[in-house]
């Protein structure tokens, strides 16, 4: 079975510093990665992903990620934060089982950024 | 084009009523599904369908019922609410080829009481 960890349930930065956010999976297969974002009060939307074309990721709004095999860790970076980016951010690992993917994905608990002015 | 719609935004039924939860998508999207959200737990696989005319189960789906309409439509059925089944309701649709990555509605607020 597949599964997620997400470190920290809320991490805290300044205005102006890096953005970093922990993801591991497990999966028992080389696994599609995702990362959303999820504003109040709103669904979640697509930041990057992970489709085993290229271990750095870029996405949008200027968060990248980096996939690493041997540490199966999947972190999401920003080199410098902005108020706008005070979020929930969700990792998600899918390993494409029956009938390709479709069975849903897993996802960690969430991580709350904040940002201090 | 909208994405994935869901009707209502909110709701709040007393234990035991019954309730659908609609959902429909605008990107032929193949597989739907719905998740869960409630506090410190992420998201939680309710039901999802690969397919038009299939449904599968997921990781919560005791309290629950899907039907797949048609290739745009998947609604979620709370038969006799329960205050456990408060919560925030999601859901996606996703491609069945390439990467997976799934598409959101805006959820659904649902207070039972």
């Given at each position: 079975?597949?599964?997620?960890?997400?470190?920290?349930?809320?991490?805290?930065?300044?205005e102006g510093a890096l953005v970093l956010l922990r993801?591991?999976?497990?999966?028992?297969?080389?696994?599609?990665?995702?990362?959303?974002?999820?504003?109040?009060?709103?669904?979640?939307?697509?930041?990057?992903?992970?489709?085993?074309?290229?271990?750095?990721?870029?996405?949008?709004?200027?968060?990248?990620?980096?996939?690493?095999?041997?540490?199966?860790?999947?972190?999401?970076?920003?080199?410098?934060?902005?108020?706008?980016?005070?979020?929930?951010?969700?990792?998600?690992?899918?390993?494409?089982?029956?009938?390709?993917?479709?069975?849903?994905?897993?996802?960690?608990?969430?991580?709350?950024?904040?940002?201090?002015? | 084009?909208?994405?994935?719609?869901?009707?209502?935004?909110?709701?709040?039924?007393?234990?035991?009523?019954?309730?659908?939860?609609?959902?429909?998508?605008?990107?032929?999207?193949?597989?739907?599904?719905?998740?869960?959200?409630?506090?410190?737990?992420?998201l939680r696989l309710i039901y999802y369908s690969a397919?038009?005319?299939?449904?599968?189960?997921?990781?919560?789906?005791?309290?629950?019922?899907?039907?797949?309409?048609?290739?745009?439509?998947?609604?979620?059925?709370?038969?006799?609410?329960?205050?456990?089944?408060?919560?925030?309701?999601?859901?996606?649709?996703?491609?069945?080829?390439?990467?997976?990555?799934?598409?959101f509605g805006p959820g659904t607020r649902l207070t039972?009481?």
């Amino acid at each position: 079975a597949q599964s997620v960890t997400q470190l920290g349930s809320h991490v805290s930065v300044s205005e102006g510093a890096l953005v970093l956010l922990r993801c591991n999976y497990s999966s028992s297969v080389p696994p599609y990665l995702f990362w959303y974002v999820q504003y109040p009060n709103q669904g979640l939307q697509l930041l990057l992903k992970y489709t085993s074309a290229a271990t750095l990721v870029k996405g949008i709004n200027g968060f990248e990620a980096e996939f690493k095999k041997s540490e199966t860790s999947f972190h999401l970076t920003k080199p410098s934060a902005h108020m706008s980016d005070a979020a929930e951010y969700f990792c998600a690992v899918s390993d494409g089982r029956s009938g390709g993917g479709a069975d849903g994905l897993t996802f960690g608990k969430g991580t709350h950024l904040i940002i201090q002015p | 084009n909208a994405g994935v719609t869901q009707t209502p935004k909110f709701q709040v039924l007393k234990t035991g009523q019954s309730m659908t939860l609609q959902c429909a998508q605008d990107m032929n999207h193949n597989s739907m599904y719905w998740y869960r959200q409630d506090p410190g737990m992420g998201l939680r696989l309710i039901y999802y369908s690969a397919s038009e005319g299939t449904t599968d189960k997921g990781e919560v789906p005791n309290g629950y019922n899907v039907s797949r309409l048609n290739k745009r439509e998947f609604s979620l059925r709370l038969e006799s609410a329960a205050p456990s089944q408060t919560s925030v309701y999601f859901c996606a649709s996703g491609r069945t080829t390439g990467s997976y990555e799934q598409y959101f509605g805006p959820g659904t607020r649902l207070t039972v009481t």
